[in-house]
């Protein structure tokens, strides 16, 4: 089978973006051959279990209301073997290392909201891997934008919301309904003539949706970190086991699962190193990430300031101009880092430090909500 074009289209820039991954990554970072086999058949492979349901389910509509039901013995065929497959939990999963985990998440309060969109969003769209499906369904501009963010939000916190990933949890039903809404546009994409097999390979394929878990786990501690975070030992392992599991319940193949930070860190090197260099989706995507506030007047101007200059600080100059953003001088990303010193590294520390950082979390969340014209429960 012939290598999608895609597949180290730039290796110059792939190297030179994934340069601070191959440092952090340490010794023997670079990929063996046997792994570039791999990530060169994972862009021609798409998740096979959603895709049959998919194949062999009814309407839509009846696939949507049997995925927020959850598992039962009513169910017709396709969808009980479907459940069948994601109710057998892998034996390595730890009840205990899934609960530290997303009140690890939970902790880290707006530090968290700020890297997900402009860490690992934003950084995300660095590459033009895998935009063009987002463009092919409409996700890209205008009020689509903070509609997708508000989603991605409230699934983020779904999964980490204490028992969130139980079987039949609402952040574990949530992940099954994204893994099946991923596998419908793949049928309709790959169906579709104008699609560019030959460059891009299966449009929502696992070389993509390996990264992805990537930029929410891996380079979400990293950005963290950068922020002023703590992050302990003890905490990084378990967000990273957390993150191993809900790459599994959506069909992330389980040779790229991360399962610890350095070796999330090393794929993730693998990945951005052979990622095509950004193209116009990439920028289109930025763009609209950075003023996708529904403020007006000066509020708007200051939203649109410290998203540069948050980008600026978490991504770099060289990301910056990728994305044909502005570079801003870091003033925002610095005041995370001041405040974190003293709420994060001094009172997170503290006997009950951490239950007060999440209800501060909260008070955050539900506050960035209200801004953006929506509610929490």
């Not at 597949?7 to 973006?17: P, T």
């Not at 969003?121 to 895998?130: D, I, M």
């Not at 995507?285 to 007047?297: Q, T």
């Amino acid at each position: 089978m012939t290598t999608p074009g895609r597949f180290g289209a730039d290796r110059a820039w792939g190297e030179r973006a994934a340069r601070p991954l191959r440092l952090l990554a340490g010794p023997g970072a670079a990929p063996t051959e046997d792994e570039l086999a791999a990530l060169r058949a994972g862009l021609d492979r798409r998740d096979e279990v959603a895709a049959e349901l998919v194949r062999e389910s009814g309407s839509i509509k009846e696939l949507r209301r049997a995925l927020a039901r959850g598992p039962s013995p009513d169910h017709p065929e396709p969808i009980r073997r479907f459940f069948d497959v994601v109710t057998a939990r892998p034996g390595w999963v730890d009840d205990a290392l899934l609960a530290r985990g997303a009140t690890a998440c939970r902790a880290y309060g707006m530090d968290a909201g700020l890297v997900l969109a402009y860490g690992s969003l934003l950084g995300g769209y660095r590459t033009g891997a895998a935009l063009e499906p987002l463009v092919r369904t409409g996700r890209l501009t205008g009020g689509e934008t903070l509609r997708r963010i508000m989603e991605t939000s409230l699934w983020w916190r779904a999964v980490t919301a204490p028992g969130g990933l139980a079987t039949g949890g609402e952040g574990w039903l949530l992940s099954l309904h994204v893994r099946v809404m991923h596998a419908l546009v793949n049928a309709r994409l790959e169906a579709d003539p104008t699609w560019d097999h030959a460059f891009r390979g299966v449009p929502i394929n696992q070389y993509d949706q390996a990264s992805t878990l990537g930029v929410f786990s891996t380079s979400f501690l990293l950005h963290l970190r950068l922020l002023g975070v703590r992050v302990s030992r003890a905490d990084a392992a378990a967000v990273m086991h957390l993150w191993s599991y809900v790459g599994w319940l959506m069909g992330v193949d389980e040779r790229w699962l991360p399962h610890t930070e350095l070796r999330g860190r090393r794929l993730l090197y693998h990945f951005l190193a052979y990622d095509p260099p950004p193209d116009r989706n990439s920028r289109s995507l930025a763009r609209a990430l950075i003023d996708m506030s529904n403020a007006s007047g000066l509020r708007r101007v200051y939203d649109r300031e410290r998203a540069l200059s948050v980008s600026s600080w978490l991504l770099g100059p060289a990301a910056m101009r990728d994305l044909g953003l502005p570079y801003r001088v870091p003033w925002y990303g610095l005041s995370r880092v001041a405040s974190n010193l003293l709420f994060s590294q001094g009172l997170g520390r503290l006997p009950g430090g951490r239950s007060l950082l999440i209800a501060r979390g909260e008070r955050q969340a539900r506050a960035q909500f209200a801004r953006w014209g929506g509610e929490l429960s």
